[in-house]
């Protein structure tokens, strides 16, 4: 993908938001705009957002505010799922049309997107590692699933409207259950710092570029 001259809409939660990093332009998405000025790198990252609907934090779900996106753009990435897993929405089924599941959240998100923007690419970045992966702080550690559980469900349902994954989970070297990559580059277990996003921007960056 040739990302010297495009518009390209980032649906995301408060990392695509860039809630810890310092400056916005120290976030992942600043960065790639700075790289690139002659592009526009819309940020529709929302604080506590996830795929699916849930009643927890009240926030809109991606599936919500996927259609009040520019529709001009040439294309869409979605970086989504850990807040899914941190509220417990439940997995659901393969079959799953509805909103209120993972399944049938990503079933619906991605439908959107090949309506919306039919022809044009859109990418699925899937979550980072963080902290209790297999427990949560939010449902006092009953959880639906362990966050690979949703890693693996949206790679599947990316692989079935045949859509690019990026595998952040499996790639990104950010794991917070090292005392080292915590401290240094996800502070609260969840959230990249300015260091944390730095590292996010190239392994964005190279991706993109690759599709």
Not at 4 to 31: A, H, V, Y
């Amino acid at each position: 993908m040739d990302l010297e001259s495009i518009k390209i809409n980032f649906l995301g939660d408060s990392i695509t938001f860039g809630i810890r990093s310092t400056t916005p332009e120290k976030s992942f998405l600043g960065r790639l705009q700075e790289k690139y000025p002659n592009s526009v790198m819309r940020n529709y990252g929302a604080c506590a957002s996830s795929i699916a609907n849930q009643n927890v934090w009240g926030t809109p779900s991606f599936c919500k505010r996927a259609e009040e996106m520019n529709p001009d753009a040439d294309a869409v990435v979605v970086f989504g799922g850990t807040n899914d897993f941190g509220t417990g929405v439940p997995l659901g089924t393969p079959e799953d049309r509805t909103e209120d599941t993972f399944y049938g959240a990503c079933f619906s998100l991605f439908r959107k997107l090949l309506e919306r923007y039919p022809g044009k690419p859109i990418i699925v970045v899937t979550p980072l590692h963080r902290l209790f992966e297999c427990a949560s702080v939010y449902q006092e550690r009953q959880l639906a699933a362990p966050l690979k559980e949703y890693v693996r469900v949206l790679k599947e349902t990316a692989e079935y409207f045949a859509f690019p994954v990026i595998d952040l989970h499996a790639t990104s070297g950010l794991q917070p259950a090292f005392d080292m990559i915590c401290e240094g580059f996800m502070p609260d277990g969840i959230h990249p710092n300015d260091a944390g996003h730095e590292i996010l921007f190239k392994k964005m960056d190279a991706a993109l570029r690759q599709l």
